[in-house]
């Protein structure tokens, strides 16, 4: 049975940080791209960030809103995709999904996480 964890939500104020971490099983997690999504109130959910699987010499790929402030990260040994989030404004909460992809380009994912809460107050 695949799972996607995601834990490290929660209330911070606006400039503040938070590290997401998503723990996965079931899957050859080496073999995987691994992305974020977010998705706030009444708005679709969109993408974030993406890294791709450790072999292929990929490099990570950010939304233009998260540029310079987010930076994910993957650590093989331990099933598990990070999400280094700095300079949080308002507009950055969301729940926050981890996702499992087939495809970069364009993103497809075969597995999703259940979400975590990001707060940011201004």
């Known amino acids: 049975q695949v799972q996607l964890l995601e834990s490290g939500g929660g209330f911070v104020q606006a400039g503040g940080a938070l590290r997401l971490s998503c723990e996965v099983s079931?899957?050859?997690?080496?073999?995987?791209?691994m992305g974020w999504f977010r998705q706030a109130p009444g708005k679709e959910r969109e993408f974030v960030a993406a890294i791709p699987w450790s072999w292929s010499g990929g490099s990570t790929i950010y939304a233009d809103s998260v540029e310079g402030r987010f930076t994910i990260s993957r650590d093989d040994a331990k099933n598990a995709v990070y999400l280094q989030m700095s300079s949080l404004k308002p507009d950055d909460t969301a729940v926050y999904y981890c996702?499992?992809?087939?495809?970069?380009?364009?993103?497809?994912?075969?597995?999703w996480g259940k979400g975590t809460l990001v707060t940011v107050s201004s």
């Open positions: 079931g899957l050859p997690f080496s073999k995987y791209h």
């Open positions: 996702a499992a992809l087939r495809n970069l380009v364009p993103r497809t994912a075969d597995y």
